[in-house]
């Protein structure tokens, strides 16, 4: 049975910071392509940011230095540092693995907001 479990989210204050992370067992981990989404409210979800398996990262441009993705093989974990939050910065986030098929998480809100 294949899960990716996040954990991580929650409400934080404009500036702040949240780790996420994402666990994935049911899959070989080392071999996949990973990614974070995110839907914020009332919008369609987006890519957020990508980790190949050699770790190599791309970002949208609305987080780019402010958000950083990375990845354990060992620990079948994947990260997202996410820092200097801003308002719209709040949605649900994903992660996913990529590939066919495509396995997604739970979704974690996040919310920023004074």
């Known amino acids: 049975q294949v899960q990716l479990v996040e954990s991580g989210g929650g409400l934080v204050q404009p500036g702040g910071f949240l780790n996420f992370s994402c666990a994935a067992s049911?899959?070989?981990?080392?071999?996949?392509?990973m990614a974070w989404y995110r839907q914020p409210p009332g919008k369609q979800r987006e890519l957020v940011a990508t980790i190949t398996t050699d770790g190599i990262t791309n970002y949208i441009g609305s987080v780019k230095g402010r958000f950083t993705t990375s990845r354990n093989n060992t620990k079948n974990t994947m990260y997202l540092q996410m820092n200097n939050l801003k308002p719209e910065d709040t949605a649900v986030y994903y992660c996913?693995?990529?590939?066919?098929?495509?396995?997604w998480g739970q979704g974690t809100q996040v919310t920023v907001s004074s």
């Open positions: 996913k693995r990529s590939g066919n098929p495509e396995y």
């Open positions: 049911g899959i070989i981990f080392c071999g996949s392509t």
